[in-house]
């Protein structure tokens, strides 16, 4: 799909440096996880199994966004088990290629990442998250009062700020992200 288009994202992204560079949100919560996470040996091995294929990864982006705090490090420690290149692109500014990956076909969630072959096909697209991490925020939201209440904003704050310090802490939802990554290209 959109081969030599894909290829011209890729190029275009932003390196893992200057992504996290630009980060004005989230870059402290996100460069813990990455100094924190580490891969099982039976994950470091599968993925070197698939280094041969050089394959690449797009993805799409914007640092506010709490699933992209907690995948996107998980990604790049897949990416480096791999030896697969990864460009980040920031989503609000390229509406043009997120709109062709939209989450059940109307939502612009993020993260999504996209891989890719070396001539610019894609491989596999994974997010914005992992099906036990949707299922934790369904349940989470279910448990919400209705959207009039007057406690809504305050109970929904509430929620996504204790999603966000597990996301931080707990060591078995990375391993659970990373499993469900590997879904995609494996």
């Known amino acids: 799909m959109f081969n030599l288009e894909l290829n011209s994202w890729f190029q275009n992204g932003l390196t893992k440096g200057e992504y996290i560079s630009s980060m004005t949100r989230n870059k402290e919560e996100m460069t813990s996880i990455y100094d924190r996470f580490e891969l099982t040996e039976g994950d470091k091995k599968k993925l070197e199994a698939v280094q041969s294929k050089k394959l690449r990864a797009i993805v799409l982006t914007e640092d506010w966004c709490g699933d992209a705090m907690l995948n996107n490090p998980v990604l790049l420690r897949v990416a480096e088990a791999a030896g697969m290149e990864v460009r980040f692109v920031l989503r609000d500014q390229n509406l043009e290629l997120m709109d062709q990956y939209l989450t059940n076909g109307t939502s612009r969630a ?53 999603l966000g310090q597990s996301y931080q802490t707990d060591s078995t939802i990375w391993q659970t992200v990373a499993s469900s990554i590997m879904t995609a290209f494996l």
């Not at 009039?148 to 904003?153: G, I, K, L, R």
């Open 110 to 162: 993020i993260p999504i990442f996209i891989f890719i072959d070396q001539e610019g096909n894609e491989v596999g697209v994974w997010g914005p998250r992992a099906p036990e991490m949707q299922a934790l925020v369904e349940k989470g939201r279910a448990e919400l009062p209705d959207k009039d209440a007057p406690d809504f904003q305050e109970k929904q704050m509430a929620l996504y700020k204790r």
